[in-house]
């Protein structure tokens, strides 16, 4: 192959994606609109795989002329269809809730790091530490809790005169630790 030819192999090509970005955008923001906020959102891991899965369905269906645009909208539309009901499953069944989606963990307690715990998780203290300073935090024995929640953000409760209510935490694993 010549460096002609990789820079440009003709006009079909181009005129292709001339055509399939405007209707893939176009139709991918209608898509998106219709199925809700959290089809872009990365809540979870579900909704995180189905907005990698659209970015590279859009793009195969400009760039690849082995994929026309009507298979990448349907796929897209089957994804954020399959996503949909997944999450009015998870509204409605906690068992199906349980058995799909990660619950957040406690890595801090009282101050104190909870190793098994970060170690399940596979978080290193540094990445604790980086999240406490973000909070304006500058020890672990500042921070009440640090929980890793289920979109891999942590959550970081400072000490202070607040009680916590227990539901707070009633779906965080490993609250309270057995230290």
């Known amino acids: 192959m010549d460096l002609l030819a990789a820079l440009f192999d003709g006009w079909?090509?181009?005129i292709k994606i001339c055509i399939a970005a405007p209707i893939m955008y176009v139709s991918v923001v209608a898509a998106i609109r219709i199925a809700g906020k959290r089809s872009t959102s990365q809540m979870?891991?579900?909704?995180?795989?189905?907005t990698v899965a659209i970015g590279s369905l859009t793009a195969s269906g400009i760039i690849l002329d082995s994929v026309s645009i009507s298979e990448a909208l349907l796929a897209i539309a089957l994804l954020l269809g399959a996503q949909y009901?997944?999450?009015?499953g998870f509204l409605a069944s906690g068992?199906?809730?349980?058995l799909a989606k990660a619950s957040p963990t406690l890595l801090v307690y009282k101050g104190q790091f909870i190793q098994p715990a970060m170690e399940k998780e596979r978080v290193r203290r540094s990445e604790v530490m980086a999240a406490l300073r973000k909070q304006g935090l500058i020890s672990v024995e500042e921070a009440?809790?640090?929980v890793l929640e289920t979109n891999a953000t942590f959550s970081v409760i400072p000490k202070?005169?607040?009680d916590f209510c227990k539901t707070q935490f009633e779906d965080v694993s490993g609250f309270p630790p057995e230290l």
């Open 160 to 162: 202070d005169d607040r």
């Open 44 to 50: 979870n891991n579900f909704d995180w795989i189905v």
């Open 85 to 88: 009901l997944l999450t009015k």
């Open 95 to 98: 068992k199906l809730t349980k």
């Open 12 to 14: 079909e090509g181009i």
């Open 144 to 146: 009440q809790y640090v």
